[in-house]
């Protein structure tokens, strides 16, 4: 009789076990599928900034559009997984710019 509780005993132990195992390995893939988005953003944003910056250097002036960086400076941007806002200033203020993950497409 008491082996019997004891198998039980330790058949629970190792199915909690595992279920908080599962759990955890669910937690740590969906971070590191978040973190694996926020810097493909980061990159994203850095590129766009660092043509910009190009630009800036060649011509003198930053570019007033997004679209000028794409025929002219071979920046190739992916519009169907990623929206990108290109905030230009001045021809001397470097523009802001805003990438946004299209969660939904």
Known sequence: M?????????IVT?????????????VWA????????EEQVEAIRD???RRALQCYVIEGAYPESLDYLV??????VNTED????????AEN?????????????
């Open 93 to 105: 203020i470097p523009p802001e710019v805003k990438v946004i993950y299209k969660k939904d497409k």
């Open 47 to 49: 590129t766009v900034s």
């Open 14 to 26: 190792i199915v909690i076990s595992a279920v908080i195992l599962i759990a955890a390995v669910f």
């Open 71 to 76: 025929e002219n400076y071979g920046l190739a």
């Open 2 to 10: 008491k082996s019997m509780i004891r198998y039980r005993r330790l």
């Open 82 to 89: 990623y929206k990108i806002v290109y905030i230009p200033y």
């Open 30 to 37: 969906h971070k590191a599928i978040a973190d694996s988005m």
